[in-house]
């Protein structure tokens, strides 16, 4: 089975996280949210990591957000369900205990973009779109990191 998420370490102190979902634009399902969190867990206990790189496989998408066809499968209290969950990945994402930095290898929309804003850093290329389409909708984002997105952030 492939890993939805890549793990290595590099330079013995440099975690580089690797969403590798590009296909379906690198979007959070189920099974993704569980290897990041568990990867989360590793970097927690491992002091040798002094920072950690979180970016997209492929060229064009950092992250999409939500794996929406995974959800229109969902009934209404696992579609809550899955929402609480990237929340709470999004939560352990900020208590990473050294510094985070979202690479935006391309566009980070919706939950993409919330999950940037998770991390103490954010560097995007040149062209990559972010945003978040679900305000469109009139749907406030859940997590409420968009505010983030001007506020000054901690050092570690």
């Given amino acids: 089975m492939t890993s939805l998420v ?16 590009p296909e379906q634009a690198n979007s959070l399902s189920a099974l993704m949210l569980e290897e990041i969190n568990q990867i989360i867990q590793e970097i927690k206990h491992d002091e040798s990591i002094r920072c950690l790189l979180i970016t997209g496989a492929g060229s064009k998408v950092f992250c999409a957000g939500a794996d929406l066809k995974e959800r229109r ?19 352990e994402i900020e ?3 050294v510094p985070v930095i979202a690479v935006m290898n391309g566009h980070a929309l919706g939950g993409g973009l919330e999950l940037a804003l998770a991390c103490d850093l954010r560097i995007a290329r040149a062209g990559a779109r972010l945003g978040l389409p679900e305000t469109g ?6 997590s409420r990191r968009d ?6 952030h901690w050092t570690r």
């Fill in 73 to 91: 499968l969902m009934t209404e209290a696992e579609a809550k369900g899955a929402v609480l969950s990237i929340q709470q990945t999004f939560i």
């Fill in 137 to 142: 909708l009139a749907i406030i984002p859940r």
């Fill in 147 to 152: 505010a983030a997105a001007s506020a000054p």
């Fill in 95 to 97: 208590s990473i205990p």
């Fill in 6 to 21: 890549h793990f290595s370490i590099q330079d013995e102190q440099i975690g580089i996280m690797t969403l590798n979902r």
